[in-house]
C-alpha cells in the first residue's frame, strides 16, 4: 500500500481515565496531556494508517461533559470530515452514552465512523484496557468494504464489543465491560478477528453531503419512579418555570402508580405544552402502554411512549427536538419515530 492509500484516522482526544494519572499528592485520578497519552501506546505507530489527534483543551472527566462539548465534538468531525476516513473519540466511560446518543441525532448523512472508546484503567497502568480498546477502535474506523466504510455510524467501543452508541448504557464501573447495549445486537465482535454484523449496521440512505444540527435545548428533567414518591415534590418539579420536557422512568413495561395526584400533575403538564416521555427503568425490553391498567392513564393523560429507548438516548433526543423549534404537535411525532435507530419502530 502506497503512503496515499493510508487510511487517515483523527483521533478526538476529550478526556477520560484512558488518559488520567493518579496526582502523587491528592492520589485522585486526572487527565494528563495527549502527547503524553500517546507516548504509552507505540503500537499504534505499527498500524498502516495515517493517524493524527486533536486535544480538547482542558480534557475533562465527563462528568463534566456539556452540550457545549457536544457541539465542539460534532463542529470537529465537520470541519475535519472530507480529509479523515474515520475518526475515534476517547471520553470518559461515564457520560459516553450520552455524548454517543447526542452526537448521532446532530449528524446528518454520516457515511464514516465516528467511534467512541475509553478504558477503566488508565493506559499507563500495566493492566489497562485502554490498549486493546483503542487500537481496536482504530481498526474499526479504518475498515472499509468496497471503499466503503464498514461502520458507518457513532458508535461506542469497549471489551472486544462494537455497539451503536444510541443503544450503550454504562452498567458496570467495576468490570471491563463496562457497556451493555440491551435492546439491540453488537455492530461486532473483535476476537481473533473483527466480525461485523453487517445486517445489524446502518448504512446512509442518502448521498448527501454531511450536515450537522447542534441546537438542543436543556430545559428538561429526568424523574425516576419510586414507590413513595412524594405527591408535592413530583408536582413541583413538574411545575418548574421555563421547563419544556419531562422524561419519567417508570417501571416495567412502562407502568406508573395510578393514583388521582399523579395522573393529574401530568395532564396539568402536558396540557401546558410540557412533552412528557415514558421510559422504562428496565434496561431490557419495552414500553408498551396500555399493556397494564397502571399505564392506560397515562397514554390519555398525554405521555409518549419511549418503546425500547434507553434513558441515554431518551434525554438527549428530547434536547435534540426541543432545540428544533417544531411544533408541539411534530416534536411529539418525531419522538415516536426511529431518528438513528435509538428505537425499534
Ligand atoms: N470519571 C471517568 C470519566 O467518565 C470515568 C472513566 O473514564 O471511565 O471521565
Redo the contacts with the bound molecule.
Keep these: 500500500m502506497s503512503p496515499i492509500d493510508k487510511s487517515a484516522i483523527l483521533i478526538i482526544y476529550t ?4 488518559g ?1 494519572r493518579e496526582d502523587p499528592v491528592t492520589r485522585t ?1 486526572a ?1 494528563m496531556k495527549f502527547e503524553l497519552l500517546l507516548d504509552e501506546i507505540p503500537e499504534l505507530n505499527k498500524l498502516d494508517y495515517s493517524i493524527s489527534s486533536i486535544t480538547f483543551n482542558p480534557p ?6 456539556t452540550p457545549a462539548i457536544w457541539t465542539k465534538l460534532a463542529r470537529t468531525i465537520e470541519k475535519n470530515y472530507s480529509r479523515y476516513d474515520g475518526f475515534v473519540i476517547l ?6 452514552s450520552y455524548t454517543a446518543s447526542a452526537l448521532s441525532y446532530m449528524f446528518e448523512n454520516l457515511d464514516k465512523p465516528v467511534i467512541m472508546t ?3 484503567l488508565p493506559i499507563g497502568v500495566l493492566r489497562t484496557d485502554g490498549k486493546e480498546n483503542l487500537i481496536t477502535a482504530v481498526q474499526i474506523a479504518a475498515a472499509k468494504k468496497e471503499g466503503k466504510s464498514v461502520v458507518p455510524e457513532v458508535c461506542v467501543y469497549f471489551d472486544s464489543q462494537l455497539f451503536r452508541g444510541n443503544r450503550t448504557t ?1 452498567k458496570d ?1 467495576a468490570h471491563f465491560s ?1 457497556f451493555a447495549s440491551y435492546n439491540y445486537p453488537a455492530l461486532a465482535k473483535a476476537g481473533v478477528d473483527i466480525v461485523y454484523n453487517h445486517e445489524k449496521i446502518n448504512y446512509p440512505k442518502n448521498k448527501g453531503l454531511l450536515k450537522i444540527n447542534t441546537n438542543v435545548d436543556d430545559r428538561v428533567v429526568v424523574v425516576k419512579m419510586f414507590p413513595g414518591l412524594n405527591n408535592q415534590y413530583f408536582d413541583s418539579i413538574l411545575q418548574l418555570p421555563g421547563l419544556k420536557g419531562v422524561v419519567l422512568e417508570s417501571y416495567g413495561s412502562g407502568n406508573m402508580p395510578t393514583s388521582g395526584w399523579l395522573i393529574t400533575s401530568l395532564r396539568k403538564a402536558a396540557r401546558k405544552g410540557i412533552v412528557l416521555l415514558n421510559v422504562s427503568q428496565c434496561p431490557g425490553g419495552k414500553v408498551m402502554m396500555g399493556h397494564y391498567e397502571t399505564s392506560l392513564a397515562l397514554e390519555q393523560a398525554g405521555v409518549i411512549s419511549g418503546q425500547d429507548i434507553t434513558v441515554e438516548a431518551a434525554v438527549t433526543k428530547l434536547m435534540f427536538l426541543l432545540g428544533q423549534n417544531l411544533s408541539l404537535e411534530d416534536t411529539k411525532h418525531y419522538l415516536g419515530k426511529n431518528l438513528k435507530g435509538e428505537i425499534e419502530a
Design positions: 478526556g477520560g481515565t484512558i488520567m485520578l487527565p475533562i472527566d465527563s462528568s463534566n461533559m471520553h470518559g466511560t461515564d457520560t459516553m475509553g478504558s477503566q454504562k464501573s463496562a
